[in-house]
């Protein structure tokens, strides 16, 4: 007899939420809720970083689409020229880019240097915050972006401090407007399946005895809203002949909401060029025993490639056919090629209209 009673009961709730299920279609349109097995794009849709160690890192094999991304750190840590790579990535598929430099410090040269197309490039350099986030809300609400690049939180001025005097106190103003930004923009973003990447800096709390005193401006909304947050850092020079020609740097993913984070990725920045992905790939390579180091020569299966790192990077860049061999094989060792849905399906979608995906409920935002 309890069988039976908890069959009725059963069928009661079923039949109860079918009703609410219909009505809250009914209110707000089909396919305002759904069951999540019935969602044919369940699975993160990605676009490459431009970097493989950095795509392995993430988890998923690239930047996440429809979702917000933070890249924080100190000066010339080379905090732009991942954005940028991520643009020249985003292009080469087709698709389109915008840019809101509210630094004003966007260099044509090097942006072209790392591969992005400049001419179909969309770039504002607002005078106000406030300017320069509703332009992002347009630019994202058309539907029409691929990817935009926000450079940088710390740089979007709220109007009224332009408005006042140096020194007056504006107290939480800027953490006010990224909040109010982020609730209206973090569900468009979503919807239409945008990069948003935001660039930030790094602060010091005053009087921090214990623990970490870094912190980012623009208040806490942007950390809760993220789904991946980037910390990147100098880790040393790179030096040929004396003369130092790049960066050793460390990027370590913070928080990452579709993959687990803490993960790190070491890449080379060359002053000039950007990412070195054949730095990358020596190193995955002899991580992965593709290729051999003893002491400091490389070798790739019966050949002896270089002593030195340098100097097997220039080997493996003058022998393009050998340098796309092992490329092959680190994605394989590393299963890259498995992580993330090819953003070529979607961009033909992305150029006729917008797919619309269920939108995230809002954290409760603090300033």
């Given at each position: 007899?309890?069988?039976?009673?908890?069959?009725?009961?059963?069928?009661?709730?079923?039949?109860?939420?079918?009703?609410?299920?219909?009505?809250?279609?009914?209110?707000?349109?089909?396919?305002?809720?759904?069951?999540?097995?019935?969602?044919?794009?369940?699975?993160?849709?990605?676009?490459?970083?431009?970097?493989?160690?950095?795509?392995?890192?993430?988890?998923?094999?690239?930047?996440?689409?429809?979702?917000?991304?933070?890249?924080?750190?100190?000066?010339?840590?080379?905090?732009?020229?991942?954005?940028?790579?991520?643009?020249?990535?985003?292009?080469?598929?087709?698709?389109?880019?915008?840019?809101?430099?509210?630094?004003?410090?966007?260099?044509?040269?090097?942006?072209?240097?790392?591969?992005?197309?400049?001419?179909?490039?969309?770039?504002?350099?607002?005078?106000?915050?406030?300017?320069g986030l509703e332009i992002a809300?347009?630019?994202?609400?058309?539907?029409?972006?691929?990817?935009?690049?926000?450079?940088?939180?710390?740089?979007?001025?709220?109007?009224?401090?332009?408005?006042?005097?140096?020194?007056?106190?504006?107290?939480?103003?800027?953490?006010?407007?990224?909040?109010?930004?982020?609730?209206?923009?973090?569900?468009?973003?979503?919807?239409?399946?945008?990069?948003?990447?935001?660039?930030?800096?790094?602060?010091?709390?005053?009087?921090?005895?214990?623990?970490?005193?870094?912190?980012?401006?623009?208040?806490?909304?942007?950390?809760?809203?993220?789904?991946?947050?980037?910390?990147?850092?100098?880790?040393?020079?790179?030096?040929?002949?004396?003369?130092?020609?790049?960066?050793?740097?460390?990027?370590?993913?913070?928080?990452?909401?579709?993959?687990?984070?803490?993960?790190?990725?070491?890449v080379d920045i060359m002053y000039?060029?950007?990412?070195?992905?054949?730095?990358?790939?020596?190193?995955?390579?002899?991580?992965?025993?593709?290729?051999?180091?003893?002491?400091?020569?490389?070798?790739?299966?019966?050949?002896?490639?270089?002593?030195?790192?340098?100097?097997?990077?220039?080997?493996?860049?003058?022998?393009?056919?050998?340098?796309?061999?092992?490329?092959?094989?680190?994605?394989?060792?590393?299963?890259?090629?498995?992580?993330?849905?090819?953003?070529?399906?979607?961009?033909?979608?992305?150029?006729?209209?917008?797919?619309?995906?269920?939108?995230?409920?809002?954290?409760?935002?603090?300033?």
């Amino acid at each position: 007899m309890a069988d039976k009673g908890e069959t009725k009961e059963q069928a009661a709730r079923q039949a109860a939420l079918q009703t609410a299920l219909k009505k809250i279609e009914k209110n707000f349109g089909k396919g305002s809720i759904m069951r999540m097995g019935d969602k044919s794009d369940t699975r993160v849709s990605t676009v490459s970083s431009g970097s493989l160690a950095l795509d392995n890192a993430l988890g998923v094999g690239g930047f996440p689409r429809g979702r917000i991304i933070e890249v924080y750190g100190p000066e010339s840590s080379g905090k732009t020229t991942l954005a940028l790579h991520a643009v020249a990535e985003v292009q080469k598929q087709g698709g389109t880019a915008a840019y809101i430099d509210a630094e004003n410090a966007m260099d044509p040269k090097y942006a072209t240097a790392l591969g992005v197309n400049i001419d179909d490039l969309l770039l504002s350099q607002p005078d106000t915050g406030e300017q320069g986030l509703e332009i992002a809300d347009a630019l994202v609400s058309s539907g029409a972006i691929d990817i935009l690049i926000i450079d940088s939180v710390a740089a979007l001025v709220p109007q009224a401090e332009i408005d006042g005097e140096m020194g007056d106190a504006h107290v939480g103003l800027q953490a006010r407007m990224m909040s109010q930004a982020l609730r209206k923009l973090s569900g468009q973003i979503n919807k239409t399946k945008t990069i948003a990447i935001f660039i930030n800096q790094i602060r010091e709390k005053v009087g921090v005895m214990f623990g970490n005193p870094e912190t980012t401006p623009g208040g806490r909304a942007l950390k809760f809203y993220a789904t991946v947050r980037l910390e990147v850092r100098r880790a040393e020079q790179i030096k040929e002949d004396g003369v130092v020609i790049g960066n050793r740097t460390k990027i370590k993913v913070v928080k990452n909401k579709v993959a687990p984070p803490f993960r790190l990725a070491e890449v080379d920045i060359m002053y000039g060029h950007g990412f070195s992905q054949t730095g990358e790939i020596v190193d995955m390579a002899v991580d992965k025993e593709i290729m051999q180091k003893s002491g400091s020569w490389y070798s790739y299966g019966e050949d002896r490639i270089g002593q030195g790192r340098e100097k097997t990077k220039n080997y493996l860049d003058e022998h393009p056919d050998m340098k796309d061999e092992i490329r092959l094989k680190v994605r394989s060792a590393y299963d890259m090629d498995g992580m993330g849905e090819s953003v070529e399906e979607e961009t033909e979608e992305l150029a006729g209209g917008t797919k619309d995906k269920k939108k995230t409920s809002d954290p409760e935002t603090l300033v």
